[in-house]
């Protein structure tokens, strides 16, 4: 007889009327699947009799919902009702979340919101296996409208997503986001200062060649890098407050890359280009050498003077570099008619040009000549480099690991 068939589900089930009625409620106290020590084996999503919704059945007692949590006190429990889907016919599982004594009593607040929360792995795992039962019953249950509106959250995706977007996007998104969570200065300070921490410690890990340029570009750069001094190039182009705030009184307020100073021949050619071109109301032109590049000569050499040291190849090279930059940019600037193109593709035409100052970004004291080391050699080489810039009236010269501290200060409030 079909009403003794042991496969047919719906008739070995208890009477609507006790399953779903108040007389089970009051005579029975609520039983909720226990994740944790339950076997999802003997729990079963099954349809009433009339068709008009679902329920929980764990081996022989009606189930209203799942113990996501398995705490002393206070635990997590999801409750599950199911409504039938106009547009699928199936039923719409609908959560409600709680948190409960071993009473089943909710928790009190005087809080308008309570958070529920999985800050546990085990328990974020619990709530995914509530999830994956239901997918095994994708006949009866409609998950459609659950996979539309929830998904896991990869925030690594979200990141990749937000870096494909164009910048003026970016801009507005984040405008957006400030806008809708209603942050405060303080609090916006806060996340600008976590942003230079961050970017500060990138400084130190390519001082410290922690990071070389090829780990560089792919981490942080969309171009291919192609060497060392192209890290720092885009480096502290894209951290301008490193040296916006660093190399002049008067903070630098545009830094464009690899900008033509000189004036090209008669085929376009031979304009000679500057690592980088600063502007506040005038012009800054900042040359940039490696925190390898060597400002002195490793053995001194017989024609240097008591108490002082020869500098390298490179340094005096750099030097000349620079002066010839600043000589090229007096002549060529007038000749820029249409102004000066800045990186987001418009002309700046307001900018001066008087006796521009010239930054030279070379070496690292730190590991060349440190302060903390005794010794003739080292004193010698600490004075004939400070004694240099001193008197160097054209350009600025200024090491790495001194700019890293300076950024450092501004950062922390403190020296490093």
């Known amino acids: ?42 729990l079963q999503l099954l349809e009433k009799n009339d068709q008009s919704s679902c329920y929980l059945k764990h081996k022989d007692s009606l189930c209203i919902g799942f113990k996501i949590t398995n705490k002393p006190k206070i635990n997590i429990y999801c409750e599950f009702t199911f409504y039938p889907s106009s547009k699928t016919g199936k039923y719409l599982p609908r959560p409600t979340f709680k948190k409960m004594g071993d009473e089943l009593k909710e928790k009190e607040t005087q809080k308008e919101k309570i958070i529920i929360d999985f800050k546990d792995s085990d328990d974020a ?10 997918y095994e019953y994708k006949n009866l249950v409609d998950l459609n409208e659950f996979q539309d509106s929830y ?45 230079k921490v961050h970017n500060l410690q990138i400084f130190n890990d390519l001082l410290e060649k922690r990071l070389d340029y090829l780990e560089y570009g792919t981490q942080y750069c969309a171009s291919k890098i192609q060497s060392e001094e192209a890290v720092w190039q885009h480096f502290l182009s894209t951290n301008d407050w490193i040296l916006g705030l660093n190399v002049d009184i008067r903070f630098l307020q545009e830094l464009i890359t690899e900008a033509h100073i000189g004036i090209s021949n008669i085929r376009g050619q031979g304009a000679s280009k500057t690592d980088i071109l600063a502007i506040h109301d005038y012009t800054v ?123 450092f200060i501004i950062v922390h409030g403190k020296s490093h």
């Open 1 to 42: 007889m079909d009403d003794e068939n042991p496969n047919d589900d719906r008739q070995m089930l208890m009477p609507e009327e006790d399953v779903f009625g108040l007389n089970f409620i009051e005579s029975q106290k609520p039983y909720y699947f226990d994740c944790v020590n339950d076997d999802f084996l003997n």
């Open 125 to 134: 795992e619990n709530f995914w296996k509530v999830i994956g039962f239901f």
């Open 151 to 195: 998904a896991v959250f990869d925030k690594n995706k979200h990141l990749v997503a937000f870096e494909t977007k164009a910048h003026a996007d970016k801009i507005r998104e984040i405008q957006q986001l400030v806008l809708n969570t209603n942050l405060s200065d303080q609090e916006m300070q806060s996340i600008l200062k976590s942003n």
């Open 285 to 407: 032109l900042i040359e940039l050498k490696r925190p390898s590049t060597k400002i002195f000569t490793d053995k001194k050499v017989n024609t240097a003077r008591a108490g002082t040291w020869s500098f390298s190849q490179d340094f005096i090279d750099g030097i000349s570099q620079c002066l010839a930059q600043k000589n090229q940019w007096l002549t060529s600037f007038d000749k820029k008619c249409d102004g000066i193109p800045l990186n987001n593709g418009s002309f700046i035409n307001t900018i001066r040009n008087i006796d521009p100052k010239v930054v030279f970004i070379i070496g690292n004291k730190k590991e060349e000549f440190p302060q903390d080391q005794p010794g003739q050699d080292i004193c010698s080489k600490r004075d004939t480099f400070e004694s240099f810039r001193r008197n160097s009236r054209n350009v600025d010269i200024i090491t790495y690991d001194e700019l890293y501290e300076r950024a």
